[in-house]
């Protein structure tokens, strides 16, 4: 059985870092620019940044916000200018949760081990008849799995410790960060001629088809080969468009094909009102085929090959780390207190103190 994993942003917000935009902006804008049209960007940013929920709103807004500028030299000029802070940015993130995850000999370990864990069960949150049907379907029997990261930050790999590929089609911190829309009807009517630079600095796909065409085919592969998806951290927004279509093309092609969703959401279920818990199932399923742009027709179809576990989450990396560093700091403050103890009474047995 192929199962395929698409991981986004909420996968790193999971973990406790700060990497959403809106965590970012404020301190970019008060860096220094380094010319007019970037310092004007800023403005603009300013105004509007505190509307953007995603990374995908951002992307959106900053499709349409091409046409403020007097031509595409100007734009790509702003755009660059952001992805060096931005890169610069979540480089602190991940180096924060590397410091984190040090915080004990065990830490590593028992994170690393918590990762594959919820990889393993991830079905284990959803309704006993699909936890049975996949069980027949064989998803424990020697399952393949493959890794298609979203985000810039290398944690989720670092976390798989593993000799699986994670395939970055957005590219990494170190090398190619990609930033953008997903096609080039979704900028503004420019004011400007815009030539193949425009396209290979902000269209994301067209960016991979010039640098790296391999990871792209290589993640339409998984995809479609894949019996079983399952995303998590990702909003799927429109500067997306290309891999959202190209999920509900993979939905429409088998009915044996299942997605499962973990859809963001703060609110508790009691576990004793299963009936409650699937009405808001069926709800969010609903939106879940709104955002992958599903006609009537189409949703009828796949409905029941899509599983939202309502009120589970999996990944406890943060809940483990924040443990091991209680676990340290009071071991810390216990030989603190032994040493004040040792410095007040110098002449006694040490094993007596203890």
Request: aromatic content about 12%.
């Amino acid at each position: 059985m192929n199962i395929t994993f698409l991981i986004g942003n909420g996968f790193d917000l999971r973990l406790g870092m700060k990497t959403r935009f809106a965590d970012m902006y404020e301190e970019y804008i008060a860096t220094p620019s380094k010319s007019d049209a970037i310092k004007e960007y800023k403005e603009m940013l300013k105004n509007d940044a505190p509307k953007y929920e995603t990374w995908g709103d951002f992307e959106m807004a900053m499709a349409q916000a091409a046409k403020e500028f007097e031509d595409e030299t100007a734009f790509i000029e702003c755009l660059r200018d952001f992805k060096v802070y931005m890169a610069a940015y979540l480089e602190r993130e991940q180096a924060d949760f590397d410091k984190r995850m040090s915080v004990s000999f065990n830490a590593r370990t028992l994170c690393i081990n918590e990762t594959w864990e919820s990889i393993h069960n991830f079905y284990t949150g959803l309704i006993p008849n699909v936890i049975n049907e996949f069980m027949a379907l064989g998803v424990q029997d020697n399952p393949h799995y493959s890794f298609i990261s979203f985000n810039y930050t290398d944690v989720f790999d670092s976390l798989l410790y593993s000799s699986h590929e994670i395939i970055h089609i957005h590219g990494k911190l170190d090398a190619d960060v990609v930033l953008g829309a997903d096609n080039i009807g979704q900028v503004a009517d420019l004011p400007y001629e815009t030539t193949k630079r425009f396209a290979r600095a902000f269209i994301k796909p067209e960016f991979n088809k010039s640098f790296d065409n391999a990871r792209l085919i290589k993640a339409e592969r998984a995809i479609d080969n894949s019996d079983i998806i399952c995303i998590y951290g990702m909003s799927l927004g429109r500067s997306d468009y290309s891999w959202i279509i190209r999920l509900k093309n993979w939905l429409l092609s088998d009915q044996g094909h299942h997605l499962v969703y973990f859809m963001h959401d703060e609110a508790e279920y009691n576990r004793l009102n299963w009936d409650a818990i699937i009405d808001t199932e069926e709800d969010q399923i609903v939106t879940l085929l709104e955002k992958l742009c599903a006609s009537s027709d189409e949703m009828n179809k796949v409905f029941n090959q899509i599983h939202i576990p309502v009120g589970y989450d999996m990944f406890y990396v943060d809940e483990i780390l924040k443990s091991e560093k209680s676990k340290v700091d009071e071991k810390r403050k216990k030989n603190e207190e032994l040493l004040d103890r040792l410095q007040d009474r110098p002449q006694e047995n040490l094993a007596t103190l203890r």
